[in-house]
């Protein structure tokens, strides 16, 4: 049987490597894409912790995750694609309209 | 080889493909493989869903997140013109205390993870194991009507007003 703790670490480094793709990279979509991996990541450690409990709600807290993952897409790529339809770019760091 | 080998085998090697994707998703240069890699990281992501037992899980992960998301990613990055920003500068110049943030939160989670092994408080406790699984779709979803069948309810809700919210942003003229 695999302890659960391999699960949590395996979680844990999907976790940290969308951390560092949303704070390193400049291109909007990988950033969303991270972010992506990170809500993977929390999914991984719900469905274990179901499986450690023989409890079936967590796997339910990870239908809502899915759901605002889509939600939280479909929305932020309509943001990418007006964006770029107003400022010809899909780097972070020159979207700073809001900067003075 | 006896079951349970065969599983740890398929844990270990979805956990390393899994982390092995995401790793090259956020390296890689062309956004078009970085979302690629990010299929393979979901797919293998659905392989330990399915070594958990959680097969309703596995399969709404490949239709949804696999089968939805990614070619909604993807139409937008055929959408967006990145040539430009193709042989830019990939990566801000925060990347050192980027780096050192993510290096603390790894010592930390990975210190409480290590922390709380043994003594009964993660191992799996016995004669609970993979009793979850024979009838996990039938549990999932008297689950999901029943004691959450508010939540669900209000996740429908959250759709709409994503569509709607989605079809306004890229309309010509708001």
Redesign the interface.
């Known amino acids: ?10 979680s ?10 949303v ?5 909007v ?2 950033i ?3 972010i ?2 990170i809500l ?1 990541a929390v ?2 450690n719900l ?2 912790f ?8 967590g ?2 807290f ?3 995750i ?10 932020g ?6 964006f ?1 339809k107003n400022r ?6 020159e979207m700073d309209l809001l900067k003075w | 080889m006896t079951p349970t080998q065969i599983s740890q085998i398929a844990f270990y090697f979805f956990a390393g493909l899994a982390v092995l994707g995401a790793i090259l998703t956020v390296t890689v240069r062309n956004v078009v493989h970085s979302a690629i890699f990010l299929i393979t990281s979901l797919l293998a992501t659905a392989g330990i869903f399915l070594t958990l037992g959680a097969q309703f899980v596995f399969a709404v992960q490949i239709i949804l997140y696999v089968g939805g998301i990614m070619v909604l990613f993807i139409f937008v990055i055929m959408l967006v013109n990145l040539d430009v920003a193709l042989h830019q500068l990939q990566f801000n110049r925060q990347g050192w205390v980027a780096g050192l943030l993510a290096l603390v939160l790894a010592s930390q989670l990975g210190f409480a993870i290590w922390f709380a092994r043994g003594e009964g408080s993660l191992d799996i406790p016995a004669g609970r194991t993979g009793a979850l699984s024979p009838q996990n779709v039938e549990q999932f979803g008297l689950a999901l009507f029943e004691k959450y069948a508010l939540p669900f309810e209000i996740a429908s809700v959250l759709l709409l007003v994503a569509l709607i919210g989605a079809v306004v942003m890229t309309k010509k003229r708001v």
Do not use: C, K
Not at chain 1, 23 to 27: D, E, G, Q, V, Y
């Open positions: 049987m695999i302890p659960i703790g391999h699960y949590l670490f395996v844990l480094a999907l976790f940290i490597i969308g951390v560092i793709g704070l390193t990279r400049r291109n979509i990988i969303l894409m991270s992506e991996l993977n999914n991984i469905v274990a179901s499986r450690h409990w023989a409890n079936v709600d796997q339910i990870t239908l809502f899915i759901t605002d993952a889509a939600a939280e897409a479909a929305v790529l309509g943001i990418i694609i007006a770029f010809e770019t899909v780097l972070a760091d």
